[in-house]
């Protein structure tokens, strides 16, 4: 009878399978924060490479580390994973094998980020970066680093630049919508939220192309509103519009979670529950 994968290999397997949405779902630079056994030198070649490189480039690095089973320590895999879970991050979701996310959930976060690349001309003219910023900390979606960052990008670029540090973070968050969405209403920007919520497509009111205005109702529109509901101009208050948004965009699909819940979930692990 084969012996059961011990957790870090569990945790490994998920990082093969996942690898392209957790290089996309973190900050490298704060997930070493919470990681003790990770050595110096690895630390510091990763912090190098991310401010010459970047974030992705760094994560590459760490992720590598986490894969060298020479030189990795026992247990590093799983304070990995918890490290992306106090940190916050999407990522930690893709590494936790009692966690792991529906293809429901994933779809909600793939149509708010591709909200967020239609609508990002608007967002850089017309956001004010570290009032929303300060609002996203208020919300627990941001921590303090992730403030003083954008702040910073704010004082030596600009705000523009500063908009899009903190719409680069704000993707990287767990369940990050939602709050995201109020944090725009408490900083005083209800008609972005609006727009972002589906609530105003009009290409004569947000300056799209006819195509991308088509684009964005197809994001909307995915499969059939669940339950019967239809998304319209009134049909619901403020305070309900945000979740049946998300009704709407949910679908089921050919998504890698729900592939990888199919083909490995009860044949090589076993996990008591999938939440």
Known sequence: MATAPSRDETILYLVSCFKPKIRRGL???????????LSPDVKEHVRTVCRNEGNTAATDVLLRALEDERSRPRGLCQEFCDAL????????????PDELPTPSLEEV????????????????ENLRAVQVAEKCVEMELFKGE???RVRAQCDA?????????????????REWFSPFLAALREAHHEEIADELNGQ???????????DKTEELRASADVG???KGTDIEHGSTSKENASEEFWEASAVSGALLVDLFYRSFGA?????????
């Not at 900050?27 to 056994?37: E, K, N, R, T, W």
């Not at 991050?89 to 936790?96: G, L, P």
């Not at 630049?161 to 968050?173: G, T, W």
């Not at 105003?200 to 192309?209: D, F, H, K, R, T």
């Open 27 to 37: 900050q490298v630079a704060q997930v070493l924060d919470y990681m003790p056994s």
């Open 267 to 275: 044949a090589r692990f076993s996990f008591t529950s999938h939440k």
């Open 146 to 148: 992730d403030l003083e």
């Open 224 to 226: 059939e509103v669940k």
């Open 157 to 173: 670029h600009g705000n523009q630049d500063a908009v899009r540090e903190l719409l680069s973070r704000i993707e990287r968050k």
């Open 109 to 124: 976060h793939e149509t708010g980020a591709h909200l967020l690349e239609i609508f990002m001309g608007s967002l850089v």
């Open 200 to 210: 105003e497509i009009e290409c004569n009111e947000n300056g799209l192309s006819a």
């Open 85 to 96: 879970r106090r940190g916050g991050f999407r990522a930690a979701a893709y590494v936790d």
